[in-house]
C-alpha cells in the first residue's frame, strides 16, 4: 500500500471500480432469489454442455467449470456475506475445488466488488451522523480492498494516514438467514443428519457474526497486538475507538503489499525466510501462550514488506478463536512424536476427540486410526522438527496427494456423519492458512518444536 492519497473533500484519487455495487440484497426473500437465480443459470451452463457433446461438438469440463465458476462468484459477490466468506475460506484448501474455482474465489480475500459512494457514505453517516468528508480531514470514497464482510478506505486525520473498514449493510443479519437456507440444501445433497451437524453449524454461525461485530475486533486486535508486541518482525495497527462503531473500523495504514504482490518483487531467501519465522513464531505464541488464535490467515490479512529484512504488518482480528484448554491439550497432543508411537495413546486421543466411538466395528476404528496416524505424521511434521523448509516441494506434493488419497477413500466418501470436536473446524484452518503461506513464501523455519509435547 504505497500509492498516496490525493483525495480532499469529496473527490476521490483512485480510479472509479466499474464493479460497484449500488446496493446489497440484505432480505431473506432477496437472497433465497438470488441464489435461486445463480442456480438456474448453473444448471442452464450443464444443459449447453451436454448438449454440445451429445450432438458431437467438443465442450471441455475445464470451460463448464471456469462459467460457473465466474457465475458463482458473481452470485457471491453481490450477496457478501457468508456466502462469500465460505468460498473464501474453500479458496484455501487447495485440494477441494477445480482451479477455476479456487482461483476465482481466492479474490474474496481482498478484490472483490466493492460498494458505490453513494452507498459507502450513507454507510458513515448512520454510524456517525455525518458524511465521511466531515469525519475525516480527507476520505478516498473508493475502496482500496473489498472482501466478504466489509472493504477498506484509505483516510486522513490530524496528519495520520487511516484504513477505514467499512462493513457491508445487512451483512450481520443476514448470516442467520443464509446459514437457514443454505442448511437444508446442504443436508439433503450430503445425506447428513441435522442433530449431527449442528454443533459444527453453530460454531461456524459465532464466527462469522462475531466478524460482525467490530467493537469485538477492536478490542481483540488491541489486546493481541499488546500480547505479541516483543514477537520480533511484526506490525500490527493502532485502533482509534473515537472513529469506530459496531459497523465501521478506523486503524492505522500500514505499509506494505499483499503476498501476491510481494513475491512478484522477487524478494531474497533470507527475507523470506525471516517473514516466515515471523509467521510461525507470531501462532506459535497464541497457540501455546494465549490460547487464541487469529484464526483468519489468509493472504488478505497480511502485508509484507522486505525492511529491516522482512516485516510482516497483522491485519483483521474479526475472526479469532477462542482455545479451551482441553482443546488446547488434545489438539497438541495429538502432533507428539509419542502420540504417534503408540498406537494405544492415540486411540484414546482421538476417542476424546470424538473422531473414534466406543461403538465403531472394528473395520471402522482400524480405518480412522490408520488414516489419522497417517495425517497426523505428515500434517504435524513440522511441529515435531526443530527446523523445517516450507518450499520442500516434495513436502508439499505429499500433502496434496494425501489429501487427493482422502477423498478418494470409499470409507471416506460413503460416511455420512461427521466426527471430531467442532472446535477443530478452525484450528484446523487457521493452519491449513499458515501453510499456505509459507509455502508461497519458501519460508525455512526454526519451529521450536520442544513447545509440543
Known sequence: MSDDLNTSGSAASAPTDSRQLASLPTTKVARAARFAKTGLKVGANYVKHYAKRAAGVTSETEDLHAANAAELYGALSEMKGSVLKVAQMLAMEKNMLPTAYSDLFAQAQYQSPPLSGPLVTKVLRDAFGRSPFEVFDEFDINARQAASIGQVHRARKDDRTLAVKVQYPGVADSIRSDIRLVKPIALRVLGLDEAQVRPYLEEVEARLLEETNYALELQRGTEIAAECAHIAHLEFPRYYPELSTNRVL?????PGQHLKEFLATNPSQEVRNQLGQALWDFYAFQLHTLHRVHADPHPGNF???ADNGGTVGVLDFGCVKEIPADVYALF????????????????????????LRPEDAPSRREFYLRTMQASLELVGRPFRQAAFDFGDPAYMAALYQLGDDLMQQPELRQQREPRGSEHFIYLNRTYVGLYALLTELRASVQTGAAAVG
Do not use: I
Open 250 to 254: 478506523t486503524m492505522d495504514w500500514l
Open 303 to 305: 502485508l509484507l514488506r
Open 332 to 355: 497438541t497432543a495429538l502432533l507428539t512424536p509419542e502420540t504417534l508411537a503408540d498406537e494405544t495413546r492415540l486411540a484414546d486421543l482421538l476417542t476424546q476427540a470424538g473422531v
